[in-house]
Nanobody, 121 residues
Framework: QVQLVESGGGLVQPGGSLRLSCAASRSISSINAMGWYRQAPGKQRELVAA???????NYADSVKGRFTISRDNAKNTFDLQMNSLKVEDTAVYYC???????????????WGQGTQVTVSS
């Protein structure tokens, strides 16, 4: 099973930017879609951005125009560039396949530790 490690989170002021990175333990080139998810306190985990192998991308309405997902199959990584961050973007961010490796479950052993993003003044 592929292991995923997220990095790049931190504390940023509203309007700021962060770049998250996800490193996979093996090749992800055969995986049709990879995505970034987030879970805010007291809320369900949600998919915010997906990168399809065809090169197309999908974004949740709440981040559209502000977040950009990219994928590097040669390095087995994919990133999330987050601009114009808002307080409501505060969450733990996770990477995983779309649907997730854990038989599509949003929870379970296939998920990494995530990386905390806090947007606050």
């Amino acid at each position: 099973q592929v292991q995923l490690v997220e990095s790049g989170g931190g504390l940023v002021q509203p309007g700021g930017s962060l770049r998250l990175s996800c490193a996979a333990s093996r090749s992800i080139s055969s995986i049709n879609a990879m995505g970034w998810y987030r879970q805010a306190p007291g809320k369900q985990r949600e998919l915010v951005a997906a990168f399809i192998s065809s090169g197309s991308t999908n974004y949740a309405d709440s981040v559209k125009g502000r977040f950009t997902i990219s994928r590097d199959n040669a390095k087995n990584t994919f990133d999330l560039q987050m601009n114009s961050l808002k307080v409501e973007d505060t969450a733990v961010y996770y990477c995983n396949a779309v649907p997730p490796f854990c038989s599509g479950s949003y929870y379970g052993p296939c998920w990494g530790q995530g990386t905390q993003v806090t947007v606050s003044s």
